[in-house]
C-alpha cells in the first residue's frame, strides 16, 4: 500500500503553509476566546431552560431530585403543588416542560422496587425537552444503579431500609468490582454534569466550524489543485491504484482535521477549564466519526465541482450554513424546531449533540452512540458520492 | 507489428460526446527510436498520448507496449513508461529534491537506491546546486527539467513526453533535447508529441503526422520531404481573392496545389521564385490586396500544408 506516501506529502506541505496553519488552529483558538470571553453573560441569560416540578413524594431523595435539578445552571427550575395546575400550566405553554415525582419515590428507590419520573412536554421544543430528558435519565441510571444494588442484596434476603445502607452495600459490592460503581454511586447526590459555561458551547462549536473550513474547503481545493496541475494524471500514470491515490487524499485531510479538532478541545480544556467529560476514549471517537464525516463531505464537493473558486464559494455556503443552523454559534435548543429539524440534516447538530452528550451530560460511549451512527452514516452517504462520480481528467 | 516494435496502436478510435477526437490510428513504434507525433493543437496526439499511458480509455482500438495489452493489465505497463506531462506536474512549495523523493517512492523506490538515482537525476538536469530550493523560485525551464526528471526515476523503457518544449526558452529547450538524444542512446524508446517542427526535425528518426484525429502520414523526415518533392510553396496573405484569380492561377502548369484558408493562401509549385511575377500580376489586375507573401522550402511546416491544406501553427 502507498496510500501513505501522499498523506505524508500532502502534511509536508499543510506544515510550509503558514496561513493553513494559522486558519486551523490560531484564528478558532483566537474566535473562540473572543467569543467565550465577549458573550458569556448574553450567553448564560439565553439558554436557560424552564422546568416546572411537581413533587409528589417530598422525600429524601425526591428532595435531592429537585436541589440536582436546581444546582443545574442552564435549568431555571419552578415549584408546583398540585399536579392538575401544574399540567394545565404546561398545556397553556407557561411553561416548556413538565417533572412529576411520584408518591413513594423514595420509599420505592430504597426497597428496591420500580418507579417512574414523568416528563410532560411542550412538543415544538424538542431540543430542550431533550436536555432534560438526558438530565433525568443520567440521575435515573445512578439511582437504578442503586435499585439494582438494593434488589440484588435483597435477593440474598439481607432487608435494607434506607439510603445509608444502600451506599454501604454498594461500597462493599464496589470492592469485588471495577471502580466504576462506585464512583457512580458516590456521585449520586450530587451533579456529574459538567457546567454549561459558554466554553461549552463555543470550544466545541468554532473547533467544529474550523474542522469544516479545513476538510470541506481546504480538502477540496487540494484535490482539485491535484487534478488542475496535472499532478493527479501523473499518479495515475504510475504504478499506484486510484484507490491508493483516494485513500492518501483521505488519509491527509483526515489526520489534518482530526489533529487540529483535537488540538481546539485540549486548548479548550488547559486554556478555559472546559470539562472534556470522564470518557476520553469517547471522545476521541467522536471528534474521529466527525472528522471522517467531514472529510467525506470534502471529497464530495470537489468531485462535484470543476475548480478551484467554485470549490471555494461551495464550501463557504455549506460550512457557513451547517455552523449557523447546525449550532457552532450558539445552542441548537435555544432555535426554533423546524430549524433544529433542518439542523439535523447537518454534520454540525450531530457533532454538536455529541460534544454536548460527553461535555456536559458526560453520558460516555454508550451516549453518543447515536451521533456517532449518524456521522458515520453521512461519511458512507458523502464518499458513496465521491467515489462513483470520481474523475482522475 | 514487426519483430523490433515495442509499441504497436491498432485502429485506435475516442470518441467524446459524439466528437471523434482520435479517428483510427494505427502505427508501431520501434525498440529504441525517437518517434514524433507532429500536429496542430487538437489535432488529437494529446488524446493518443493519454490512452497510451494508460490515463484514457479509448473507445475501441488496441494498444499494445512490449506485448502487453494496455487495456488488460495498465499496472504492469505503467511499471515500464515514464511519463513528461505538458503541464509541470509537481508541487511547488516542495523542494526538487522532495518532489523527487516522492514521486521515487511511488514508483517503489526506497532507501539508498532512490537517494542514488536522485542524485544522477537532478545531475543530468544540472540543477543539484538547487536542488533544496523550492520549486517556486524556479524559472519555468528548470520547472520543466524536473518535470523530466521525474519520469526518468525508475529507469523506464518507453518515456512519453507531451509538449516538451512547449514554453521552454531557448537553452532549456537545447538542453532537453541533449537529456532526450542522451537518453535515447542509453537505449531508452521515447515518444513525444509536438506542434513544433523543431522538435520533431532535431530530435525524431520517424515522424507520424496528425490532424483532425487521423494519422495522415509516417515516416522518417526525409521520407516525408520527398512527398513535397521539389516543390516550393508560396505562401500569401491577402484581402478577397476572387474565384477568377484563383482558377487563373490553379491553371499555371507549376501550380500543383492551391489552398485557401480564411484571408490565406498557399500555393505549391514548382521552381516558385521563376512563377511568383506571375502569380501577382493575376492577383493585382483581379484587384487583391497582397499583404504579405513568404515562399518556403520544404520542411515539416510546407509538408503540412501540403497535405491538410492549413498551417502547422494555425
Redesign the interface.
Known amino acids: 500500500m502507498k496510500f501513505h506516501i501522499i498523506a505524508i506529502k500532502d502534511l509536508k506541505i499543510v506544515i510550509r503553509d503558514r496561513n493553513a496553519i494559522l486558519l486551523m488552529f490560531f484564528l478558532p483558538m483566537i474566535i473562540i476566546s473572543v467569543a467565550g470571553l465577549a458573550l458569556g453573560g448574553e450567553f448564560q441569560q439565553n439558554i436557560q431552560i424552564d422546568v416546572l416540578v411537581v413533587d409528589l413524594d417530598n422525600d429524601d431523595i425526591s428532595k435531592g431530585l429537585v436541589e440536582f435539578l436546581e444546582d443545574i445552571d442552564i435549568l431555571d427550575v419552578d415549584m408546583e403543588s398540585n399536579e392538575f395546575a401544574a399540567r394545565e400550566r404546561v398545556k397553556n405553554q407557561e411553561y416548556g416542560r413538565l417533572v412529576i415525582i411520584p408518591r413513594d419515590f423514595t420509599q420505592s428507590v430504597i426497597t428496591g422496587q420500580d418507579s417512574e419520573l414523568l416528563i410532560i412536554n411542550n412538543p415544538t421544543q424538542e431540543s430542550q425537552n431533550t436536555v432534560v430528558e438526558k438530565i433525568l435519565e443520567g440521575y435515573a441510571s445512578r439511582i437504578s444503579t442503586s435499585v439494582v444494588a438494593v434488589k440484588t442484596v435483597a435477593a440474598y434476603g439481607i432487608p435494607v431500609f434506607n439510603e445509608e445502607q444502600i451506599l454501604q452495600i454498594v461500597g462493599v459490592a464496589g470492592q469485588f468490582a471495577e471502580p466504576s460503581p462506585v464512583a457512580v454511586i458516590s456521585e449520586s447526590t450530587t451533579s456529574n454534569l459538567g457546567e454549561f459555561s459558554p466554553f461549552t458551547q463555543y470550544v466545541p462549536g468554532f473547533a467544529v466550524m474550523f474542522l469544516l473550513f479545513t476538510t470541506v474547503q481546504v480538502g477540496s481545493v487540494s484535490l482539485i489543485n491535484e487534478r488542475e496541475s496535472g499532478t493527479l494524471r501523473r499518479l495515475v500514470t504510475a504504478p499506484i491504484s486510484k484507490a491508493e491515490i483516494i485513500g492518501g487524499k483521505i488519509a491527509s485531510t483526515f489526520t489534518r482535521g482530526f489533529v487540529q479538532l483535537t488540538v481546539l478541545m485540549i486548548f479548550g480544556h488547559y486554556v478555559f477549564n472546559l470539562n472534556l467529560g470522564s470518557d476520553l476514549v469517547a471522545l476521541v471517537i467522536l471528534i474521529a466519526a466527525i472528522t471522517l464525516s467531514a472529510t467525506g463531505l470534502g471529497m464530495m464537493v470537489a468531485v462535484l465541482v470543476t475548480t478551484e473558486d467554485q470549490a471555494n464559494s461551495i464550501s463557504s455556503l455549506l460550512v457557513l450554513t451547517m455552523s449557523a443552523i447546525g449550532g457552532s454559534w450558539w445552542p441548537l435548543f435555544i432555535e426554533p424546531q423546524f430549524m433544529q429539524d433542518m439542523a439535523h440534516f447537518t454534520i454540525t447538530a450531530w457533532a454538536m449533540d455529541g460534544f454536548y452528550d460527553l461535555l456536559f451530560f458526560d453520558l460516555g460511549l454508550v451516549g453518543i452512540l447515536k451521533e456517532v451512527g449518524m456521522l458515520v452514516l453521512m461519511c458512507v452517504v458523502f464518499f458513496g458520492v465521491a467515489v462513483s462520480k470520481f474523475k482522475f481528467e | 507489428m514487426n519483430d523490433h516494435s515495442i509499441i504497436t496502436v491498432e485502429n485506435l478510435i475516442k470518441k467524446y460526446n459524439g466528437h471523434t477526437a482520435v479517428d483510427g490510428v494505427s502505427f508501431d513504434i520501434n525498440r529504441g527510436e525517437i518517434f514524433g507525433l507532429l500536429g496542430p493543437n487538437g489535432a488529437g496526439k494529446s488524446t493518443i498520448i493519454s490512452i497510451m499511458?494508460?490515463?484514457?480509455e479509448s473507445t475501441s482500438g488496441r494498444v499494445t507496449i512490449e506485448g502487453i495489452d494496455i487495456q488488460k493489465d495498465s499496472?504492469e505497463v505503467?511499471?515500464i513508461?515514464g511519463?513528461v506531462?505538458?503541464?509541470?506536474?509537481?508541487?511547488p512549495?516542495?523542494t526538487a529534491r522532495?518532489n523527487l523523493s516522492?514521486?521515487g517512492?511511488?514508483?517503489?523506490l526506497s532507501g539508498k537506491s532512490l537517494k542514488n538515482r536522485i542524485e544522477i537525476l537532478l545531475d543530468m538536469v544540472g540543477l543539484t546546486d538547487r536542488a533544496d530550493d523550492i520549486l517556486e523560485g524556479y524559472s519555468g525551464g528548470m520547472k520543466r527539467r524536473i518535470n523530466i526528471a521525474?519520469a526518468l526515476l525508475h529507469n523506464p523503457k518507453i518515456l512519453f513526453l507531451d509538449e516538451p518544449s512547449t514554453g521552454v526558452d531557448p537553452q532549456s529547450r537545447r538542453r532537453i533535447y541533449d537529456t532526450i538524444q542522451e537518453l535515447n542512446r542509453a537505449g531508452m524508446t521515447v515518444l513525444l508529441t509536438t506542434h513544433q517542427m523543431e522538435d520533431a526535425e532535431k530530435l525524431c528518426h520517424r515522424i507520424a503526422i496528425v490532424d483532425k484525429g487521423k494519422l495522415i502520414a509516417l515516416d522518417t523526415l526525409e521520407g516525408l520531404l520527398d512527398l513535397v518533392g521539389e516543390s516550393d510553396i508560396i505562401h500569401m496573405i491577402a484581402r478577397d481573392f476572387p474565384a477568377g484569380a484563383v482558377e487563373s492561377i490553379e491553371k499555371m502548369d507549376e501550380v500543383q496545389k492551391v489552398s485557401l484558408d480564411r484571408d490565406s493562401m498557399a500555393i505549391q509549385l514548382l521552381h516558385g521564385r521563376e512563377s511568383l511575377a506571375h502569380i501577382i500580376d493575376i492577383l493585382i489586375s483581379s484587384g487583391t490586396h497582397v499583404e504579405s507573401i513568404q515562399i518556403k522550402e520544404p520542411d515539416l511546416e510546407t509538408l503540412f500544408l501540403h497535405l491538410t491544406g492549413t498551417r502547422l501553427r494555425g
Open positions: 499511458c494508460c490515463l484514457l499496472f505503467r511499471k513508461i511519463v506531462p505538458q503541464e509541470i506536474s509537481l508541487y512549495t516542495l522532495e516522492f514521486y517512492q511511488i514508483y517503489g521525474v
